[in-house]
């Protein structure tokens, strides 16, 4: 008999529909009915690709004598953190002020006045390995809720203080500077907690932090010292060459358990994968390096051909398990390369990519390159472009038959703000590349979410699935899609992307700024009310909602001369300020939108036909260099004034195009230099603002 998440339409929640626990969805009905009988809520939060998650629903959620302590003295509430991450933060905190640290599963027990008084992450159902088993953690709570209830509620009391100060004072006091000097230190800080041997920062497990590398390359091109892109372009290459990287599909693993970036955590996000083509692709207009553009490649195709929404929309996460094993559709044995390739073809592949008899995996192994192709070239003695032309049958051969895999679990709906991060990777890597198929695929997204995940009055909704939108927006919802339609508008000069993106801002502004201590609050001012309503300034998996706020609002005031936007970046900056010291790596997209707000941000307009012409040559030399602080503005004459948006009134006003020669203004605070005209002087403009140095 199904329970009532049976409702729901999160495969998260459908997966524990069938659970003899009772459980509700977060609602009014749950709530009301703990608050009726006076039962304590059991709070369980996870996610699809949650392995543990996984783990805990088997041994425990289908456990009948533990469903049947849990229904009858608790109201059982099982939440997917990606839709409601608001209040995954409000008790993943308690849960770090109780146990000192938190993960997922997290399990949290609640008062019916939703304050928290005990939780943790995962329990065994019974006692193992020194955990308590999740039945005495079950009657421990119950008797004290029952025994000693006043000592529960104390406790509550106190932790519930303890998660609102930490939402108020999650920005420690610093001293407010915003200077070179500042980003300095903070990349200074990068830099002692590098792994100078494989890449990354820090040991095992290992994240990518692709904001921190991001603010490396513009680090770099402030000050262009070459320890500073050694550590970018080594991060890079060692995670392009290890098992985290999906060396057939294309795409990024979560993060490597290990700190050689080889053993994956299997599962693979929407939001890790955007983020990482950016990297990627800013990393190959540093260097020009060509590997880095197929990097992007092959990891945007990944995302087109299997986390797209048939509507448009990009799905959220893939499972690390198949077939309840954790892997097992990536791995390869060395008896399958033989009967694939054969014995020749499998004996090179199996040496280039590290295939062995023993594994490198539970007695598989995961593909990966510890040699270049070009050491393999000369050890193997093969001539290099025949070996790259073998190899690449050979993947695809091994594709094909993977393809006939039982696949990782999908969890397919469809998230506003990591779908955000992904309109703007294809955005900047259809314009940088030329790929026109990557400008489709962000303008289908962004065309959907605009249509199909509003309410009534406009404001977005921040999930979707099989046709249905809910839950209101939260702030990265509202940043990183405005912040994407920015970088569309960017790659098309489609100027409906910039109205779009203005009325997403003006909506940060009114709902989610903090007019008293500065910065962005992380739901809006009329959100459901909780027991705290804390702010997100530290990157996470994804970068800080107020980082992304801040970055977005810094380029529309450069681009619609609006101060508003500008001052309200500033002040979650000022906000931030004691972060940039203690956490740097952590502070990444702050720190991009600081190096941002640090300037000099070039307004380049070009008047002229963007398709074609000198003007579209002129247009692809500038996007092929590293020129990161900047916004890019074009309008050809025959744009009717129908299609031109009010927001760029201020910016094209008084310019006009003389010849058919692109008309290119360089401008800085909406003040302008004398108009260069032609395709031979803007290509020497451009070379002058891409110099290392130039800030």
């Known amino acids: 008999m199904p329970n009532r998440l049976a409702d729901e339409t999160s495969p998260y929640l459908l997966q524990h529909a069938g659970n003899p626990v009772d459980w509700y969805p977060w609602g009014p009905e749950a709530l009301e009915r703990s608050r009726q009988e006076q039962k304590p809520i059991f709070l369980s939060i996870g996610y699809s690709a949650c392995h543990w998650c996984h783990v805990m629903e088997h041994e425990s959620f289908e456990n009948e004598a533990i469903a049947q302590l849990l229904n009858e003295h608790f109201v059982c509430i099982k939440v997917d953190r990606e839709e409601r991450p608001d209040l995954d933060q409000i008790y993943m905190q308690a849960v770090q002020l109780m146990t000192g640290r938190g993960g997922w599963p997290m399990s949290v027990f609640l008062t019916p006045s939703l304050e928290p008084f005990y939780g943790g992450t995962y329990w065994p159902p019974t006692p193992r390995h020194g955990m308590p088993g999740f039945d005495q953690v079950l009657q421990a709570v119950l008797d004290a809720w029952q025994n000693r209830r006043e000592a529960a509620l104390e406790q509550a009391d106190q932790l519930t203080a303890g998660v609102r100060r930490a939402a108020q004072s999650m920005v420690p006091p610093g001293d407010a500077e915003l200077s070179v000097a500042r980003l300095r230190s903070a990349v200074a800080g990068m830099e002692r907690g590098f792994d100078f041997a494989h890449g990354g920062f820090g040991g095992a497990p290992k994240f990518p932090h692709p904001t921190a590398l991001r603010v490396m390359l513009r680090a770099y091109k402030r000050e262009p010292r070459e320890a500073v892109l050694e550590m970018v372009t080594r991060t890079l290459d060692r995670m392009a060459d290890g098992g985290i990287h999906d060396q057939l599909g294309g795409g990024f693993h979560r993060y490597s358990v290990d700190e050689r970036w080889l053993v994956p955590h299997f599962e693979k996000m929407l939001y890790d994968n955007a983020q990482l083509a950016v990297a990627y692709l800013e990393a190959f207009q540093v260097t020009g390096h060509e590997r880095y553009a197929s990097v992007v490649r092959s990891t945007l195709d990944y995302i087109l051909r299997e986390m797209t929404d048939p509507q448009g929309g990009f799905y959220s996460t893939q499972d690390a398990d198949s077939e309840g094993v954790e892997g097992k559709f990536f791995v390869w044995t060395r008896g399958e390369l033989n009967r694939v390739l054969g014995a020749e073809r499998a004996r090179t592949f199996a040496y280039v990519y590290d295939v062995s008899e023993e594994g490198n995996f539970e007695e598989a192994n995961i593909l990966n390159l510890p040699k ?77 979410i605009l249509a199909q995940m509003r309410r009534e009055d406009g404001r977005l909704l921040h999930s979707w699935r099989r046709g249905q939108a809910k839950i209101d927006a939260f702030l990265d919802d509202y940043a990183a899609l405005a912040e994407a339609l ?47 309503r804390p702010k997100e300034v530290l990157d996470s998996s994804v970068p800080s909602a107020s980082g992304l706020a801040a970055t977005v609002l810094l380029r529309l005031a450069n681009i619609t001369g609006n101060p508003n936007y500008a001052t309200a970046a500033e002040g979650t900056l000022i906000a931030s300020s004691g972060l940039f010291d203690r956490a740097p790596t952590a502070m990444g ?51 009717p004034p129908a299609h031109r948006s009010p927001a760029l009134g201020p910016i094209f006003e008084g310019k006009t195009l003389r010849d058919d020669e692109p008309a290119v203004f360089v401008c800085q605070g909406f003040e302008c230099r004398e108009p260069i005209s032609g395709l031979t002087a803007a290509r020497a403009r451009w070379a002058q603002l891409a110099e290392l140095g130039h800030g």
């Open 372 to 448: 270049s192709l070009e050491q393999c070239a000369l050890i193997l003695q093969r001539d290099l472009a025949e070996l790259k032309a073998e190899l690449a049958e050979s993947r695809a051969q091994l594709f094909a038959v993977r393809a006939e895999r039982v696949p990782p679990g999908l969890d397919d709906k469809v998230l506003v703000s990591w779908n955000g991060l992904a309109i703007d990777a294809l955005a900047r890597a259809g314009a940088v590349l030329d790929e026109p198929r990557y400008l489709d695929a962000a303008r289908a997204c962004a065309s959907f």
């Open 486 to 532: 920015v970088s569309l508008y960017e790659a098309t000069f489609d100027e409906v992307w910039i109205t779009e993106a203005v009325s997403l801002a003006e909506t940060i502004v009114q709902q989610f700024a903090d007019g008293g201590g500065g910065g962005f609050f992380y739901t809006a001012s009329d959100h459901e009310r909780l027991i705290a």
């Open 589 to 639: 997209q702050m720190l991009l939108a600081m190096d941002a707000y640090l300037g000099p941000i070039y307004e380049i307009v070009v008047l002229g036909d963007p398709t074609q012409g000198p003007t579209a040559e002129a247009l692809a030399d500038l996007r092929g260099r590293y020129v990161p602080n900047r916004v890019l503005l074009c309008r050809s004459p025959n744009v």
